[in-house]
């Protein structure tokens, strides 16, 4: 194969990749679903053989599971899964938080928490729940960014640490539930702006477990 032919077939498996890989990140898919290749071939606009190989890379992360007969399928997480998720953020973010504020950066640095937090509540009142799932998890990838630590900052985004997904379907159930997201957000937001790290810690090891829970009720409640 011509190493040009070979560099594209690269930089589309990366596409594919990237794509599925923040989809997964985002619980946009559902646990248990099986992946077709043909499929995602169709909806990615891509090569049936680029999508293998970037399926096969997120089986590797532990993102996708291999099936017996073959295939790949988005694994169902146990409560054991979900602990340890749970307890590598923490010692993640909340050591970011603490690098954080050892910085003291300006207000002017944290505006871009406090603007995420805003498009959060836009797509909440918009019922846009998967954009919401996405502003969410940046929210906490600019947090640890912000730290400086570009060492942390890659084991964040490249650890299989996928966020949560809300178990109810009721729009009005995940509306008043994920309110609370929010507030907490612009909690951790304004406690960094008036350097009360401890206080922005305990906000956020709080909001963490109630990820974990919602993680935990999707398991236990399969649809």
């Given at each position: 194969?011509?190493?040009s032919t070979?560099g594209?077939h690269?930089?589309?498996?990366?596409k594919c990749?990237?794509?599925?890989?923040?989809m997964?990140?985002c619980?946009q898919l559902?646990p248990?679903?099986?992946l077709a290749?043909?499929?995602?071939?169709s909806?990615?606009g891509?090569h049936?053989?680029?999508?293998r190989?970037?399926?096969a890379m997120?089986a590797?992360?532990?993102?996708?599971r291999r099936?017996a007969?073959?295939g790949?399928?988005?694994?169902?997480l146990e409560?054991?899964d979900i602990?340890e998720i749970?307890?590598?953020?923490i010692v993640i973010?909340?050591?970011a938080?603490r690098?954080?504020?050892?910085?003291?950066?300006?207000?002017?640095?944290?505006k871009?928490?406090?603007?995420?937090c805003?498009?959060m509540q836009h797509?909440?009142?918009?019922d846009?729940?998967?954009g919401?799932?996405e502003?969410?998890?940046k929210?906490?990838?600019?947090t640890v960014?912000?730290?400086?630590?570009?060492r942390?900052?890659?084991?964040y985004?490249?650890?299989a640490?996928?966020?949560?997904l809300?178990?109810?379907q009721?729009?009005?159930?995940w509306?008043?539930?994920?309110?609370?997201?929010?507030?907490e957000?612009?909690?951790?937001?304004e406690?960094l702006?008036a350097?009360?790290?401890?206080?922005?810690?305990?906000?956020l090891e709080?909001?963490l477990?109630?990820g974990?829970?919602?993680?935990?009720?999707?398991?236990q409640?399969?649809?």
């Open positions: 194969m011509p190493a070979t594209s690269r930089a589309t498996s990366q990749y990237e794509r599925l890989r923040w997964l990140m619980s559902a248990g679903v099986r290749e043909m499929d995602w071939s909806r990615l891509v049936r053989a680029a999508v190989e970037a399926m997120l590797h992360e532990g993102l996708l099936g007969k073959g790949f399928f988005v694994p169902t409560i054991a602990n749970w307890e590598s953020r973010e909340v050591g938080l690098l954080l504020g050892e910085k003291r950066l300006q207000r002017e640095a944290l871009p928490l406090a603007a995420i805003d498009t797509l909440l009142e918009s846009m729940f998967m919401f799932v502003a969410d998890r929210y906490h990838d600019k960014e912000l730290c400086g630590n570009k942390l900052l890659a084991i985004r490249h650890s640490l996928p966020h949560f809300f178990p109810s009721d729009p009005d159930a509306r008043s539930g994920l309110q609370p997201t929010i507030d957000h612009r909690q951790i937001h406690f702006v350097d009360k790290i401890p206080e922005a810690i305990r906000v709080g909001h477990r109630v974990m829970y919602r993680m935990s009720l999707v398991t409640n399969p649809k």
